[in-house]
């Protein structure tokens, strides 16, 4: 049951929201939600989630896996009944609640930024990383002081302030690897490798965890090779997409857009972009190149500022056929993006799982991907998998430009394969884990048995014909 200061939340909430430009009609609903889901766990306890993900975001302008992933997940928990706290980093300190359905997402932001004038981007970021970490401890134990937490479940590899907080407050850890730090860090820039010994210290708290998930089989793998983790404690449950956003609604274009969507990093094949755009747009003067990989306002190396110089150069030689999106576009813009392309590439050199490329699937986009990581489990035979190589993805890419029935066969199967990710599932069978892990059996109704079980990834995420594209 909720102890009073649990109750005086909710109402301290609405007082808040009152100040907020709402209606009055907004400010009714939420206030009756509120009493609708206090009295609701007065008769029964709400099963309990600390949710740690540093990157969930406060504007619909994210496209990570680390922000997208906890943000669907957390959304589809509360709907199936659950009391959801976020723990997130923020410019400022505060806390707000949303009722969906049967449940609560209660988002505690964490300001965690450094206080010292620090003139180095990259210890900058990494500095504000860590000071989340600590703080975490302190957030995660004062809500387990209200009422305890069933389960905390973070997300990521700087998981020290997780270890901690579990002890500290004797609850069981859940921890989705989005990648594994160690052996990510090797693939970016000169700057970061500099700090691989500390990410590799601070990840090694993983093996502490109760249960682990990895959005791959690759991750898994790589997880079992490089630290002393029980394989029942290893789960594979992928990333989601969000299937009413991203379709095949509105999807005819005229143009031959050839789409990039990542983060301005080396380990998202950046520096193999310039090579790959100039010689396509030399190769096919029909077609365009659409770049989304912003670099306002972002944490970028001092050493890919040349990569951007390039970009310049490419824009100026072809300024209708080359599109960069330097500022952050939100989810809807993205998925527009993605509708409007004919062909999506993503030339990564290390991707734990390539939640864009499967976002481009599910709007019925063929794709040709690098045969890293995780890239070669999300595509399977509904699109081309390449070694990384700058030539052979511009020989892909002016064939499929040249072959309808080719790429339109792969955009059928990506759409169908796409299906198979959907968030509601995807929340289903963390759930299932959260019961495992916490040692509840999962009495909800109108659950089929199979949801309430894992269910290994051979049975669900790989498809019938297992025939890959190579060139």
Not at 15 to 41: T, V
Not at 120 to 131: E, L, N, Q
Not at 151 to 165: E, K, L, W
Not at 335 to 350: E, G, M, N, T
Request: proline share 3%; with cysteine.
């Amino acid at each position: 049951m909720l102890n009073e200061d649990s109750e005086n939340e909710e109402f301290k909430e609405i007082i808040h929201f009152q100040h907020e430009k709402s209606s009055k009609k907004e400010l009714k609903l939420k206030f009756l939600d509120a009493i609708k889901y206090s009295l609701k766990s007065l008769l029964k306890k709400p099963f309990k989630v600390g949710m740690v993900a540093s990157l969930y975001p406060e504007k619909q302008t994210f496209n990570s896996g680390g922000a997208t992933h906890p943000y669907y997940l957390s959304r589809e928990l509360a709907k199936l009944g659950c009391d959801i706290h976020i723990f997130c980093a923020g410019n400022k300190k505060h806390k707000k609640i949303e009722y969906l359905r049967e449940g609560r997402l209660v988002i505690h932001r964490i300001k965690s930024g450094p206080t010292l004038d620090i003139g180095d981007v990259v210890i900058k970021k990494y500095m504000s990383d860590f000071i989340f970490d600590n703080k975490v401890i302190e957030e995660i134990t004062k809500e387990n002081s209200k009422e305890r937490f069933d389960v905390i479940h973070s997300h990521g590899g700087i998981t020290g302030g997780m270890f901690i907080a579990k002890y500290f407050n004797n609850v069981k850890w859940v921890n989705t690897l989005h990648s594994l730090e160690k052996n990510r860090i090797k693939f970016m820039s000169k700057e970061q490798k500099k700090y691989y010994q500390i990410f590799r210290w601070v990840e090694s708290t993983v093996r502490y965890a109760d249960a682990l998930i990895t959005v791959s089989n690759k991750i898994k793998l790589e997880l079992m090779q490089n630290y002393p983790v029980k394989l029942e404690k290893i789960h594979y449950i992928p990333n989601g997409v969000d299937l009413e956003m991203f379709n095949e609604s509105d999807g005819v274009s005229d143009d031959k857009i050839v789409l990039y969507v990542g983060r301005f990093s080396v380990e998202k094949g950046i520096n193999l972009l310039p090579k790959i755009v100039r010689d396509t747009l030399g190769g096919d003067s029909e077609i365009k190149f659409e770049v989304v990989a912003p670099d306002k306002n972002q944490f970028i190396p001092p050493s890919l500022e040349k990569i951007k110089r390039e970009f310049e150069e490419i824009k100026k030689q072809y300024p209708n056929r080359f599109i960069w999106h330097r500022e952050p576009l939100s989810r809807e813009e993205i998925a527009k993006v993605f509708k409007k392309c004919f062909l999506y590439i993503q030339p990564s050199r290390y991707e734990a799982f390539g939640l864009t490329v499967l976002e481009s699937m599910a709007c019925g986009k063929a794709v040709i991907v690098s045969n890293k990581g995780g890239l070669p489990e999300v595509v399977e035979n509904a699109g081309v998998i390449l070694p990384l190589k700058t030539n052979l993805f511009v020989k892909e890419i002016l064939k499929l430009a040249e072959d309808f029935k080719l790429r339109e066969r792969y955009a059928r199967r990506a759409a169908e394969r796409a299906k198979l990710f959907g968030w509601e599932d995807i929340a289903k069978r963390t759930f299932a884990l959260y019961k495992k892990v916490s040692g509840q059996k999962d009495k909800r109704k109108g659950v089929k048995e199979e949801d309430k079980i894992e269910i290994e990834p051979e049975s669900k995420f790989e498809s019938k014909d297992r025939g890959r594209s190579y060139l």
